[in-house]
Structures are given as C-alpha cells and as structure tokens.
C-alpha cells in the first residue's frame, strides 16, 4: 500500500515524459549517464522516498502485529510485498545516496534517515545472535509444506529485517562521506544524541554479517544473499564490514566530527575496543586506517573527563515524520481496512497473478497456477535442468530420455565461450587473414593465425588454392572448420544434477 507516489504532469506533459522515463530506463541498463539519479535529484523525490520509508516501517510496527492473528485469511502475496516495499525504497536510496548531489538534495530529511538507519542497526545488534543460529540447512518441500503461515511470516520479516540493517550500514557510511556537506543538526543527532559511533564498534566485535552453516563452511552476507567463503578468502574483509570501518574512520578523524564529539571515558573504552582487530592485514586491505590507529594509540595515554560536560542551553533539530505519523492514529481500524484489502479470494489471486505475469512472462505464472510439467512424460515435475533452469523434468530418466532434443536449446543459453582465437575482420580494413596450418609442434593441435597485408580488391576474386593430396585437404578442412576441443554428441553430463524446486 505504500507506493511512490509521484505527482501526475499535465496531459500536454505526459507523452514527454513518458519518452523520458523510456530513455532513462535504457540508460541505466546501458550504465552510462546516471539519467534516474538525476531524475530524482532534480524533481526533489529523495525526501519522498525517505517519507515512504519511514511510512512503511511505521506501518509494519503498529498494523501488522495486529492482524497476526488472521493471517490465514489474508494473501500471503500481498502481505509479503507490503513488508518488502520498504527494502525496496531502502535499497533505491543506497544506490542514490552514493552521489554527493543526492546526499545534499536529501537535507530536509536527512535527519529522519539517519535515525531510522540507527533503529536497524540497534536491531541488528538484538537479532545477530538469533539469525546467526537459525538452521542452515537447504528446506525441502515437505518441510516447506509443514510450516504454519505465522512461522513462515516471521522468518520472512526477520530476513527482509536483517537485510535492511545491512543496507543501513552501507547508508550509513556514505552519509558520513559528506561531512563538509550534511547539516550540522544530522551531524549533531548522529554524534551526541544516538551516539552511533557506541553501535558501530561492537557491530565489529559480533560480525552478523558472517555465520557458519551447517556443513561447517563459513558464510557472508554479500549482495543480499548468503554465499559461502572460501577457505583462501578467510582473511578478506566482507564488503558489509568495510563499510562500519569507514563510517567510523569519517566520524572519528573528521576534525568537525570531533569537536562535537566530546571523548568521556566510556566513549574512549568503547574506541580503544578496536586495537586489537586493526592488524596488518586489514591495514593492508584498507590502508587509510592507518592515521586512524595512530589516533587511537594517542587516545590511550590521554586524560578525559569522567561525564560529558553539561551546556545550559542547546538548539536542535529533532526527526519528525515516525512521530508525525504514529501521532493520532487509529490503529485498530487501519488493521481492520487492511484485512479487507488483504483479503484471500479467487478474484483477486488471479489478479496478482495477471500482475506477476505483465512482470515476470507468462510461463513461470503459469507454472505456479497450474503446476510444472515434465518436459518428457508431462506428469507432475518437482525439479528442473540445472543449466538453463528452464526445462523440468519428473526424474533422471525423462532428463536422460530428452536430453538430445533439449541439447540445442540449453547449450543456447550458456554463458558465451573464451575468445578462441578466430577474429571476425570488418570490410573496411585494408588486411586479409587467413588461417594457415603449421607444422605439428608437440601436440600437433595448435592453429596459427597469419595476417597478410593486401589491398581490398573491386571485385570479388576466387584464388585457386595450391593442389595439395587429397588427404593433407580434408585433414586442414577439418582442423579449420571444427573447433580446437570439440564437444562429444554425448548424453547429458554425468555429474549434472537437479535443483530443487524453491
């Protein structure tokens, strides 16, 4: 229900701009321009998006607990989309807020972010211990189909929860970028008021972003998913980690940051916690702690005070839109109207579905309504061909059985092959090349390219080539039409397995 809303244009405009939305669109598939992040800089929508941020959360704090108890009876497809509405904002704004402009064309409600990245990150800190000992283990069907709707709900907002305190962090750090550039009563709230510097560092001692699955591999939370870290990479530092180390090096060395950042002796037992992680290897990985360490080394011969000292009269800017909107709020009926647009039927699963299709294409709708069908016998299928994820199959066998007509169309949608050495030259090149055989070296295999300058001829010409013994011909033939490792028309590979249906 929170969608961003922009202001309708007039009729005269709206051609335009949707000619404009088109071009924007390609630009940021063509990563070129950064045509959106202008869009919303110049319409002034980073303070919508921070609205419809703190308007969802809210929202999911003060409705949603009370209809817990009717989930059975709502659309789980809806209810899931209106808790990830807000991670979508979120995710919009850290891509946004990498840019200065639009760290700067945020002000008017910068300080609403930052104090709504500071409540995630303090959840973070109560939810670390009970993600990271949740079950690990890949969930099968059955087990999928013995969840009740309550525990499923409750997992996916815990997991949609924890992966917007990651993305806090990331917002985090490049607020603290623009020190020069934020208002001085963002500055202000991050520094005296939340203290934020007292949630970062032990962030760094309890790594929620690094788990232990149940194979005893290790784990990071990287790009919004959990992959597994290879035993060669232990000692690299996780991006999610490198972000707390810069956002604490930009409030603890900025000479603005510190001024107002006055050191009592809590504060300096809480930074001297990190010597004892700030080793060679992740200096050497991020070099610019180095001033940073020599810093702190100070810090721990010099003398604070016990308590902060007391101003007789402070000015500040408080954040306004969660008290704004939890203020004079009948929740009980915005629970009962969201039961009612909530609601499970049949009218409406086939609307979200018609929606999904316009989305996501026809066949994997389809599927969901209707049931996946093996490609062979078109009985019930549960798993699918693991290397174009397309075509399902009910069993090895029926895989085994369709392999030589799925063949062509899976080998169709692998990832293109290295360069093999064989160059397309265009017309307009004054050179030729042509493909000569050596003679064997070693393995007798290796094809040599041999460019022989030329002027491009008027008129196309047949050279008639050397005779040469029949056998020598179609031995060379063979070695320039095939490639150099051949694949076998083979059955399908014998370690290819299936993955199990989501």
Known sequence: FFFLMIRRPPRSTQSRSSAASDVYKRQAMLRSDEFVKEAFVTFDKLVTLVHELVLAETWKANVLPLSRNDLDSLSSYRVYLCMYHEATVANILEVLLYHRDAVEATEAALIDLTDYAYRKIVWAHSAATRIRDRPKKPVTAEELLKKTRAQEHQEQAEDIEFGLAMMSLTIVRYITDQTKS???????????????????????????????????????????KWIVVPRSDYATVPKLEAQVWLSIYNLFMDPECRKKYEITEFRKSNLLRLRKYMNELLIDQIPVLTPMLRALEELSIVNVNATPQITGFIVQQVPELRAKFSTGRDWKALAQRARELLRQDDQMQKEDFLRMAELYGSDVVSGLLEGFKCQKCKQDASKRCKRCKKVWYCSRECQVADWPQHKPNCVAVEEPKKDDGIRLVPREEKTTEVLREDKPKHDGRKLVTEVIEQPQPQVQQHVQPQEQPKAQQETQQQQITEPTHPEKEAEPPKTSKFDELD
Request: net charge negative.
């Open 182 to 224: 934020i208002p001085v009563s963002t500055l202000h709230h991050l520094l005296v008021e939340k203290d934020i510097l007292c949630a970062l560092v032990p962030l760094l001692e309890e790594r929620p972003w690094i788990r232990t699955n149940d194979k005893g591999e290790r784990e990071k939370f990287e790009n919004y």
